[in-house]
């Protein structure tokens, strides 16, 4: 518990290198580039932030490298058969569905990060940072290094709570910390299930690629369901209920005719 835990820790503290030397290296350029008073002007913080993000999660990804956890388990990056990506497919747009459900009775929750989103989100470096390399680096971090920790230590589903717990908590944010927490349940069965980080990759990139999609198509809607309207939001719940179920029910057959 504690190496992980550890692992966390100083994963936390290379993000924050990375903003700091991020924050550091823009100034310094604007400063020699534009002066004093240009310095005042450009958007640095928006600059800083897709730097930092991208610094930030490098840092986190060479250190768990060099520190060799992401090397011999040959099944970690094995890819999984069409039909178990298809059914994890589905099960990850459902179950996006129902935390969002959940989550829609939350409002109360705090956003303590909404102002650094809007940023990265206003060029395509940030958000291929928040879509693309944020998720591998997570999964990399949370379930290819921590739930794989937890697993050799626990029963599966004390690993599996143990490390959707941490996965919230490590979002730092109120608001993500209790939808972080569900997807990083469902993400560490899936680990579980499958020992392949693909499957949980693939899920990580559909939930924040569809929430970018969300808050650049639709800037002014607070929720999903002012989007869709509340009787077609009612009906994709009720729909992601059972649908959510039979995914799982037939991602455990592959995954137990697989071993």
């Known amino acids: 518990m504690w190496k992980a835990i550890k692992t966390i820790l100083i994963s936390c503290l290379l993000l924050l290198v990375g903003n700091l030397f991020a924050g550091i290296f823009v100034a310094a350029y604007y400063l020699v580039v534009h002066g004093a008073e240009g310095l ?125 717990l941490l996965f919230g908590i490590y979002h730092m944010n109120p608001v993500q910390i209790v939808a972080a927490s569900f997807s990083g349940f469902f993400l560490g069965w899936l680990y579980y299930r499958t020992r392949s980080l693909v499957p949980c990759i693939v899920v990580h990139i559909l939930n924040n690629s569809l929430s970018v999609w969300g808050s650049l198509q639709f800037p002014d809607a607070e929720l999903t369901v002012d989007i869709m309207g509340t009787t077609a939001y009612a009906i994709c719940v009720g729909v992601s209920i059972p649908l959510f179920l039979l995914a799982v029910w037939q991602l455990q057959r592959l995954s137990l005719n697989d071993e």
Request: proline share 4%; aromatic share 12%.
């Open 40 to 164: 005042e002007k450009v958007p640095m913080s928006s600059a800083a932030a897709v730097l930092s993000i991208w610094l930030g999660f490098a840092l986190v990804a060479l250190y768990l490298w060099q520190g060799k956890y992401l090397s011999g388990d040959s099944r970690l990056y094995a890819p999984t058969s069409v039909r178990c990506l298809g059914w994890t497919c589905v099960a990850g747009v459902t179950a996006i569905m129902l935390i969002d459900a959940v989550m829609s009775l939350l409002t109360f929750l705090p956003d303590w990060t909404e102002s650094t989103f809007d940023m990265l989100q206003g060029s395509w470096v940030g958000i291929l940072g928040i879509c693309i390399f944020g998720p591998i680096v997570e999964e990399l971090l949370f379930r290819g290094t921590v739930t794989k920790l937890l697993l050799s230590r626990y029963k599966p589903w004390v690993a599996i709570v143990l490390s959707g």
